[in-house]
């Protein structure tokens, strides 16, 4: 009997040549089937990594190497040192499915001529209750909120949707995994950049150096956070997103000194 047709996966299979780099995963077409490893792992002998079944992925992707939760899969963080033979087509999706959940859907909707996307005011009009607030944002402040909460420092998915003064992102900087439309992430740290908006501000006056300072100071802790830290932490003012954002607001003032807003993760 043949089997039923699923056309997101068909096209997903077809486009695996010999491998394919799925966020970061590296998918393999072998004999038996396809083997999935960590991008950080690629030439490594399997011997040496640890053989996992596809009912070990789910868990593998609920913790850092440190053991810190990652509420967001898409994080740049999963852990690596392991193996995963997979013996077919439809296993393929139920580990993807494990580690990216709806990945492989959300990229076959994405590869339509007109994806389904939800864009930041859309999404944002529809909220009621506590994140209504998250429409109060103006475009300026809500693409900065989109460039601090979707750097690929913090989530490696592909964002295809926009508010002004926020392109979409590239493959190239991103990965595969579409982004179609705002994640509860995105919608707390709006929810929080709108109640510091609305909290009463105080002047400060700092010279072109001085910012700069400031800002190399917030790129060094944005790439050390503190491991204690829940990533949807918003409430503390060093969570790396809000340091991130303040990097973007510094890097929007008109100051000559350079405040770029990379910074360089480490786990
Ligand atoms: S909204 Fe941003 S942080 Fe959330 S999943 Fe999409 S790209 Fe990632």
Redesign the pocket.
């Known amino acids: 009997m043949p089997s039923p047709t699923h056309p997101a996966l068909d096209a997903f299979v077809a486009q695996i040549t010999d491998r394919l780099v799925f966020a970061q995963v590296i998918i393999r077409r072998t004999q038996k089937g396809f083997e999935l490893r960590h991008v950080d792992d690629p030439e490594r002998a399997a011997e040496t990594l640890r053989e996992l079944r596809q009912g070990d992925l789910r868990a593998l992707a609920q913790f850092t190497a440190g053991g810190a939760f990652r509420p967001?899969k898409?994080?740049p963080n999963l852990q690596s040192g392991w193996v995963a033979p997979v013996p077919g087509d439809a296993e393929l999706e139920l580990a993807l499915n494990q580690l990216y959940p709806g990945a492989v859907a959300d990229w076959f909707a994405s590869q339509s001529p007109q994806p389904p996307v939800t864009h930041y005011r859309e999404f944002t009009g529809r909220q009621t209750g506590m994140y209504r607030l998250t429409t109060m944002l103006s475009d300026p402040q809500a693409a900065q909120v989109?460039r601090a909460?979707?750097?690929k420092g913090?989530?490696?998915?592909?964002?295809l949707?926009t508010v002004t003064g926020a392109a979409p992102?590239a493959v190239e900087e991103?990965s595969l995994v579409p982004?179609?439309?705002?994640?509860?992430?995105?919608?707390e740290l709006a929810r929080k950049a709108i109640r510091i908006e609305q909290e009463e501000k105080m002047k400060l006056e700092l010279a072109p150096a001085e910012a700069a300072t400031l800002a190399a100071a917030l790129r060094i802790a944005v790439s050390n956070p503190d491991p204690a830290m829940g990533e949807a932490d918003f409430d503390s003012p060093a969570n790396p997103r809000r340091l991130q954002l303040l990097l973007e607001k510094l890097a929007a003032l008109p100051i000559k000194a350079t405040v770029g807003t990379e910074h360089q993760r480490s786990e």
């Not at 913090?154 to 964002?159: G, M, T």
């Not at 982004?179 to 919608?187: F, K, N, Q, T, W």
């Open positions: 967001l898409s994080a989109t909460c979707c750097h913090f989530c490696l998915k592909r964002r949707w992102d991103k982004c179609l439309e705002p994640c509860a992430l995105l919608l």
